[in-house]
């Protein structure tokens, strides 16, 4: 997901963070870089499993290395708490949330970006091998790499939503938008233009406009958890 919208929950995390003076922040599954920016002071710390990517971070403070579906990480901790195209690359990606929730502070403030399984992207992306996605890439001509993607329906946006709630948190922002990828294939090739319109047509024409846009293939949330509301924990 692009940089506007970075810009633009930045914005409105920002906002939601109001006066405070400085801020606890963890980057999960940091990588190499960061797509926020913060007005506080920040305390960072960055967790991810791969040591080459946290060595190549040179923003975040604090680097831990470990998995976030077993990391034990201290709970109600941070003040903010980002995940950014990560949870779709694992095999549990509940169970990373649910660590992640836990180690958000009353108050605090959850950024989350993932793919949307139900969309062109989405489907093609999970239901082909690893070997395809590369060749893909080479063919767009992308300097970058994918990598191993589980795409677990666990993480359909109402899912991950609902999820999110049965654990005491609110969605205070959701955006649904068709990434970069999805517009430059269509707009390159007029077969798949038609054939995806078609599709999108009539699936949303049998769901009785039940299903959003299938052009749609990352959403963004923000997440909050109230300072008088416990978290209630998922069976």
Known sequence: MGAMLGDEISEKVNAFLGQRSSIKLLEAGCGSMSYFKFAPSVVSTGIDISREQLER???IQEKIQGDLQTYPLPQDTFD???CWDVIEHLPRPQQALKNLFQTLKPGGY???GFP???SFKGLLTKFTPLWFHEAFYRFMKYQSHPFKAYLRFAILPGRVIAFAHQNGLEVVYQRMIEGKMTRRFRERFWVARAT???VDFLARLVTL???Q???WDSCALVLHKPVSTQSVRAA
């Open 213 to 215: 846009s299938m052009y």
């Open 80 to 82: 903010v708490v980002v």
């Open 209 to 211: 406009g039940k299903l």
């Open 57 to 59: 971070n040179a923003v």
């Open 196 to 198: 995806f319109g078609v």
């Open 110 to 112: 959850f950024i989350l």
């Open 116 to 118: 949307n399984v139900a």
